[in-house]
């Protein structure tokens, strides 16, 4: 039967023919020997948080990962943690914490599936921290063929499975090089925008996270900076906008309102200029924005299909409410994006074309989809979205 399928925000649904939940490697590789006998196509879903096309799949099967849990393993000699797919990630880094560990970095929220980090990329602030996917040192993967691989031992599979897009099976677990656990210094407040600029450069090299949000309600700028603290857990309450915790607990933030959200990478040398590009576009009135703007960094990284491929990035997201409309606004800001050489965050909205995304990343964009179709020639994990950016 039929069903109604929806992201976290509500506005992305499609009409699976099946939803169906896997709790283990026996059931995903049930599910797909029953999907290849139908002819229907596999999307995989943890928390529904991405804002793409990514995850629809109209006529096709959904595999909820939310059953698919267990506990974490953990390699002392080698730092590293195996996380059960479907776990969250809010779960994860407490889960790490008793066993003394901690990743070296997060995004601002903590409600993705571990599967879910690695599909699109997530990635947290600070110009020395590259993202989460940059952590992944190998993936288990029930492939399309039914056999459970390692993606460790074929190194095009593993560059591959570190950003996936969901496109090379049911991931089952993942592992990522971790950290000892520590402390963080968070301190908040709120400036100016045209003050703040001229910190900014100098606030991004001097901490080792640093992100502003610009509310263009008030031209404010709320500003935030994020330093390894020995410890241990304070309140500061003598000092403003200041604490200290564990950092599973300081890094993410609460994001309960909905909203869609497009964000782009451009250079970081580029980005406040691309900033105030944006700002512009916002206050000129012609669209009705009440969300603020968020500015983040992120180290390089060599992923193939990495929005910080070679080079150190600003990120630059923009949102809008659900019950008010985006698109245009979107498409205006995406031109602008163009123009500083930007890179689409892969959950978020884009409206790049297989050309596009071709030029973008160039023979990242050829390794990516030539290892796709080694291991899924036949497209039994790319729905009518990827189909359409797939290179043939």
């Known amino acids: 039967m039929t069903s109604i399928f929806a992201n976290w925000s509500g506005l992305l649904t499609s009409s699976p023919k099946i939803i169906r939940s896997i709790t283990n490697v026996d059931e995903a590789k049930e599910a797909i020997n029953f999907a290849i006998e139908r002819g229907i196509c596999i999307r995989t879903t943890g928390s529904k948080h991405s804002h793409s096309p990514i995850l629809q799949n109209s006529g096709g099967m959904i595999i909820t990962t939310d059953d698919l849990t267990g506990p974490i393993t953990i390699d002392e000699k080698k730092n590293t943690a195996t996380i059960p797919a479907g776990m969250k990630l809010s779960s994860a880094t407490k889960e790490l914490w008793k066993h003394g560990y901690a990743f070296s970095n997060q995004g601002d929220v903590d409600v993705q599936s571990i599967a879910g980090l690695i599909a699109t990329g997530v990635h947290g602030t600070g110009i020395q921290h590259p993202?989460?996917?940059?952590?992944?040192?190998?993936?288990?993967?029930?492939?399309?063929?039914?056999?459970?691989?390692?993606?460790?031992?074929?190194?095009?599979?593993?560059?591959?499975?570190?950003?996936?897009?969901?496109?090379?099976?049911?991931?089952?677990?993942?592992?990522?090089?971790?950290?000892?656990?520590?402390?963080?210094?968070?301190?908040?407040?709120?400036?100016?925008?045209?003050?703040?600029?001229?910190?900014?450069?100098?606030?991004?090299?001097?901490?080792?996270?640093?992100?502003?949000?610009?509310?263009?309600?008030?031209?404010?700028?709320?500003?935030?900076?994020?330093?390894?603290h020995e410890g241990p857990a304070d309140s500061l309450p003598d000092q403003k906008g200041q604490y200290i915790d564990w950092a599973h607990i300081v890094f993410p933030s609460e994001r309960n309102e909905r909203h869609t959200e497009m964000e782009y990478s451009v250079p970081v040398e580029a980005g406040l200029v691309c900033f105030q590009r944006i700002r512009s576009l916002i206050l000129k009135g012609n669209h009705r924005i009440h969300w603020p703007i968020e500015y983040r960094t992120v180290a390089a990284d060599t992923g193939w299909i990495s929005p910080a491929r070679n080079r150190n990035t600003a990120t630059i997201s923009i949102h809008q409410g659900i019950d008010e409309p985006h698109e245009p606004f979107f498409r205006e800001a995406e031109k602008i994006f163009m123009d500083f050489k930007g890179r689409p965050h892969w959950g978020k909205r884009h409206y790049m074309t297989k050309e596009n995304l071709a030029s973008i990343y160039g023979a990242g964009w050829e390794k990516f989809w030539k290892t796709q179709q080694k291991?899924?020639?036949?497209?039994?994990?790319?729905?009518?979205?990827?189909?359409?950016?797939?290179?043939?």
């Open 131 to 228: 993202s989460i996917s940059s952590l992944v040192n190998d993936v288990s993967i029930v492939t399309a063929d039914n056999t459970l691989i390692q993606a460790a031992k074929t190194p095009d599979i593993l560059e591959a499975a570190r950003l996936n897009l969901g496109l090379l099976g049911i991931i089952v677990d993942v592992t990522f090089n971790v950290v000892p656990r520590f402390h963080l210094h968070e301190h908040h407040w709120k400036e100016k925008i045209e003050e703040l600029i001229k910190k900014v450069d100098t606030l991004v090299a001097e901490n080792d996270h640093f992100e502003f949000f610009w509310n263009p309600l008030d031209d404010m700028a709320y500003a935030k900076t994020l330093n390894p």
């Open 375 to 392: 291991i899924d020639p036949d497209g039994l994990f790319v729905n009518a979205y990827m189909q359409s950016l797939r290179l043939e």
